[in-house]
């Protein structure tokens, strides 16, 4: 079965602390792995993707394919950096690209 | 704004109401999605199109739900006799389909049906 789960719903972190969200999936071939985000009254938006392998304000995610993880990292939480974060999942390559299955979320909350 | 458009934002409609939602996409993008998100969830797949063409449709899309992109552009999402359980955020997406997949999400539609 396709699945992506994000095992906490809420965390809560104080600022300038390492924030870690958790992601793992289930998908029976080579999946593309994203994370989006949701700011307060924005719409969702990509944080960053796994081919890109690059850092989004001062967020990355490596894909570690023996644990079928994709855990979300920070350094040092800063206060804007408080969300929802969607991990989710597609297929590769033009012809599977077509949906993408979302985990259920984490809401990260940065303390003061 | 460039990005992807929705209306309306807020529906609210009695029971065995018919709904329409309209989508509209970053223009020239040639893939364009619909999902549904109910509360403390992710977004769920419902229905893609590339181009006119209706490609894939969820189980989650009875018979009670239509969707249309009859010139390739924006997009209606329709449902008939509406049922408590409708009541959801109906957002829509595009992308450029290009390899990649990525997809830009517009403000969705809330649907609250009474």
């Known amino acids: 079965a396709q699945r992506v789960t994000q095992p906490e719903k809420l965390l809560s972190v104080f600022k300038g602390a390492p924030v870690e969200l958790k992601c793992n999936y289930s998908y029976s071939g080579s999946p593309e792995l994203f994370w989006y985000v949701q700011y307060s009254r924005q719409r969702l938006q990509l944080l960053l993707r796994?081919?890109s392998r690059e850092s989004i304000k001062g967020f990355t995610a490596d894909l570690n394919k023996g644990e079928t993880s994709f855990h979300l990292k920070k350094p040092f939480a800063q206060e804007e950096d408080s969300a929802m974060y969607y991990c989710?999942?597609?297929?590769?390559?033009?012809?599977?690209?077509?949906?993408?299955?979302f985990g259920s979320g984490t809401r990260l909350s940065i303390r003061p | 704004d460039t990005g992807v458009s929705q209306d309306p934002r807020h529906k609210i409609t009695k029971r065995g109401q018919n709904v329409t939602f309209r989508c509209d996409p970053i223009s020239e993008h040639n893939r364009l999605y619909w999902y549904r998100q109910t509360l403390g969830q992710g977004p769920e797949f419902l229905t893609y199109?590339?181009?006119?063409?209706?490609?894939?449709k969820s189980r989650l899309l009875s018979d009670r739900f239509s969707a249309e992109r009859p010139k390739g552009s924006f997009s209606t999402l329709e449902i008939q006799r509406t049922e408590q359980g409708d009541s959801a955020m109906y957002l829509c997406a595009s992308s450029p389909g290009t390899l990649g997949n990525e997809q830009f999400f517009g403000p969705g539609t809330r649907l609250t049906v009474l």
């Open positions: 199109f590339q181009n006119e063409a209706q490609l894939e």
């Open positions: 796994h081919i």
């Open positions: 989710a999942l597609s297929g590769r390559g033009y012809s599977s690209a077509s949906k993408i299955i």
